[in-house]
């Protein structure tokens, strides 16, 4: 699906269910670390760990299950190394400059702001178990031969754990993420990762 069009979904959704019936106002904020890396190929290396910040709204909640936009900047460290030398083709300008400068090990900074939509199926009054999908602009600082520097997209699909503890929620949730800034600039591979980030929240 279209990225613009996966916005949109979210925000109409949201905003229908703002509106739903045996609607509970809930916040929340939480704090997350995470890691991972690139899903196995022998072309490049790219591992990565992040800092996030969540704010968490409850907008409908229903029998079984509940519903709840997410606001999740993220700061996130990754280093990167060019493996396969000729994914940089002669045809590009200055082809070896550009080898030379991307098969070093090099360090990325990426900032972004992702927005989510949660699905989450309570077990029991502590346990319950959700997916979230969440995408949003993202800035990185480094040009790679798969991604362009500066603006770009991430996407995530997560799985997560959750157990509550008195007003504390812990959270466990691993996820697939990806990288790209939708043919805006040149360099557009992107990246797709493995992650698993661990965190807690508790209510405002």
Same mark, same amino acid.
Do not use: W
């Given at each position: 699906?279209?990225?613009?069009?996966?916005?949109?979904?979210?925000?109409?959704?949201?905003? /229908?269910?703002?509106?739903?019936? !045996?609607?509970?106002?809930?916040?929340?904020?939480?704090?997350?670390?995470?890691?991972?890396?690139?899903?196995? +190929?022998?072309?490049?290396?790219?591992?990565?760990?992040y800092y996030?910040?969540?704010?968490?709204?409850?907008?409908?909640?229903?029998?079984?299950?509940?519903?709840?936009?997410?606001?999740?900047?993220?700061?996130?460290? /990754?280093?990167?190394?060019?493996?396969?030398?000729?994914?940089?083709?002669?045809? #590009?300008?200055?082809?070896?400059?550009?080898?030379?400068?991307?098969?070093?090990?090099?360090?990325?900074?990426?900032? /972004?702001?992702?927005?989510?939509?949660?699905?989450?199926? @309570?077990?029991?009054?502590?346990?319950?178990?959700?997916?979230?999908? %969440?995408?949003?602009?993202?800035?990185?600082?480094? #040009?790679?031969?798969?991604?362009s520097k500066?603006?770009?997209? %991430?996407?995530?699909?997560?799985?997560?754990?959750?157990?509550?503890?008195? #007003?504390?929620?812990?959270?466990?949730? @691993? +996820?697939?993420?990806?990288?790209?800034?939708?043919?805006?600039?040149?360099? !557009?591979?992107?990246? +797709?990762?493995?992650?698993?980030?661990?965190?807690? %929240?508790?209510?405002?």
């Amino acid at each position: 699906m279209d990225k613009t069009k996966f916005f949109v979904l979210i925000l109409i959704f949201s905003s /229908a269910t703002f509106y739903g019936q !045996n609607t509970k106002r809930e916040t929340s904020i939480g704090f997350y670390y995470g890691f991972g890396s690139e899903i196995k +190929n022998s072309n490049y290396t790219y591992t990565n760990n992040y800092y996030k910040v969540q704010l968490c709204y409850l907008i409908k909640e229903t029998n079984h299950f509940k519903y709840e936009l997410m606001l999740q900047p993220e700061l996130n460290f /990754a280093t990167h190394q060019l493996l396969n030398l000729y994914f940089v083709t002669p045809e #590009e300008i200055n082809f070896e400059e550009k080898r030379d400068k991307f098969t070093k090990l090099k360090d990325i900074k990426e900032y /972004a702001l992702g927005i989510g939509l949660c699905v989450r199926k @309570p077990i029991s009054k502590k346990v319950s178990v959700y997916v979230l999908a %969440s995408i949003g602009p993202m800035i990185t600082d480094s #040009e790679t031969e798969r991604l362009s520097k500066g603006f770009a997209f %991430s996407d995530v699909l997560s799985l997560g754990l959750s157990l509550k503890m008195h #007003e504390v929620t812990f959270d466990i949730r @691993p +996820n697939r993420r990806h990288v790209s800034n939708a043919g805006i600039q040149n360099s !557009n591979a992107g990246f +797709n990762t493995q992650n698993v980030e661990f965190g807690f %929240s508790f209510p405002l």
